[in-house]
């Protein structure tokens, strides 16, 4: 079956710092892999996707995400955080072709940024 | 352009009554999907639609819950007969083409339904 670990609850940043939020996936055949964040009383708003290609991928708001097949994992980045990034970040992959390609969630990092 | 919408926004019901949430997907967006985020389980999803094709309702937690679209566009969750564990926030999210597309999912802002 298809599943997202993110294995820390909350990540604890210094602004200007740089941050990784870190996921791992298991999936049979290739990931569709994907990064939401959710500001409160707000819904998942989507970072940036890897489907094929560059295992480095560039998305919304100087976000960044590097896909490692080997270790089956698909961290977060972002060189330098804001506060502003303060946010509930979501990992999710996409489930198998036959079910409609709903998503599958990790349980969701809350990252804290700091002045 | 316009996202996805849905309304209410907040819904307080007593338990044990019928509840109606409704989602408004990005238009020409042929798939429309149900989620439900809580503190206990995360974010689940509910039920999915594609096109004029039979719904995959493999999600859905009880026979209380059901949905309908209709004209391809407009989705109504109905939860019937609510229950205290029914608390949670329901997210619409509408994509191109579903299963067939490697486009992201884009999300309302959810109806957040408290069951007193």
């Known amino acids: 079956a298809q599943s997202v670990a993110q294995p820390e609850d909350q990540v604890n940043v210094a602004e200007g710092n740089p941050l990784t939020v870190k996921c791992t996936y298991s999936?049979?055949?290739?990931?569709?892999l994907f990064w939401y964040v959710q500001y409160p009383n707000r819904g998942l708003q989507f970072l940036l996707k890897?489907?094929?290609?560059?295992?480095l991928v560039k998305g919304s708001y100087g976000f960044e995400a590097e896909f490692n097949k080997s270790q089956t994992s698909f961290h977060l980045k972002k060189p330098s955080a804001l506060v502003s990034d303060s946010a509930l970040y979501f990992c999710?992959?996409?489930?198998?072709?036959?079910?409609?390609?709903?998503?599958?969630f990790g349980q969701g990092t809350e990252l804290s940024v700091k002045p | 352009g316009a996202g996805v919408s849905q309304s209410p926004s907040n819904k307080v019901t007593e338990k044990g009554k019928d509840v109606e949430l409704r989602c408004d997907p990005i238009s020409g967006h042929t798939a429309l999907y149900w989620y439900r985020q809580s503190l206990g389980q995360g974010l689940e999803f509910l039920i999915y639609f594609q096109g004029n094709s039979a719904p995959d309702k493999s999600g859905l937690p009880s026979d209380r819950f059901s949905a309908e679209r209709t004209g391809g566009s407009v989705s109504t969750l109905t939860i019937q007969r609510t229950q205290q564990e029914d608390s949670a926030v329901y997210l619409c999210a509408s994509s191109p083409r579903g299963q067939l597309s490697n486009q992201p999912q884009h999300f309302g802002d959810g109806t957040r339904l408290s069951i007193l």
């Open positions: 999710a992959v996409r489930g198998p072709y036959n079910q409609g390609g709903k998503l599958i």
């Open positions: 999936v049979s055949g290739n990931p569709y």
């Open positions: 890897y489907i094929t290609g560059d295992n």
